[in-house]
């Protein structure tokens, strides 16, 4: 017996053997007949084929920018006590996926952020209505009753104990989000 040769399954190394050789006439291999380098494919086969399944099972998001969501739900949970309890970095998390530079701040009936859309957003009307839709995502409560180029407009709750937010152009390159809550 040559000592390069390994043993290996019978059904595995056979089926190898016939890949590496197509035009020989017998591809049944005697367990000992498995070469070393039949192993080696065999082996960097499994290892191909486990690599990708363990590739497929993590899903590739095509956007992975932050999420608005948590930060709006805490400005808007705030509106019936008053926003004096909010930060300024409370809203960092709205404006995130739309531009980097938010300055926000709170008073006792509303809660304002400004910033300059970055690229990414496009144009201050392309990222107002992508504000606007992901307000509608977040909050799928709300009324959404004024949507315009100038001017995006929902609210939530009864006329007596209303939230309202409005999202809108401040100037040529900005845009200002506003909670305000009776």
């Not at 016939?18 to 192993?39: F, I, N, S």
């Not at 095509?62 to 709006?72: I, Y």
């Not at 309890?85 to 809203?91: A, E, I, R, V």
Request: proline share 8%; aromatic share 4%.
């Amino acid at each position: 017996m040559n000592r390069d040769r390994k043993a290996c399954p019978p059904a595995k190394c056979s089926k190898v053997h016939a890949a590496l050789h197509p035009d020989a006439k017998e591809t049944q291999m005697h367990p000992t007949q498995c070469t070393g380098r039949t192993r080696f494919l065999l082996e960097i086969a499994v290892l191909t084929a486990v690599a990708a399944a363990t590739t497929m099972s993590t899903p590739a998001r095509a956007d992975d920018a932050p999420s608005p969501c948590a930060a709006l739900k805490r400005i808007v949970a705030a509106a019936p006590n008053g926003f004096s309890q909010l930060t300024p970095d409370d809203g960092q998390g709205m404006a995130q996926p739309y531009g980097s530079d938010a300055k926000c701040s709170a008073s006792k009936g509303s809660y304002e952020c400004m910033w300059t859309p970055s690229g990414g957003a496009g144009s201050s009307t392309t990222a107002l209505q992508a504000v606007a839709a992901d307000i509608a995502s977040c909050l799928p409560d709300a009324t959404h009753d004024v949507n315009s180029p100038a001017r995006q407009h929902f609210y939530l709750g009864p006329r007596n104990a209303r939230t309202q937010i409005t999202a809108m152009p401040a100037g040529a390159a900005k845009l200002k989000l506003v909670v305000s809550g009776k």
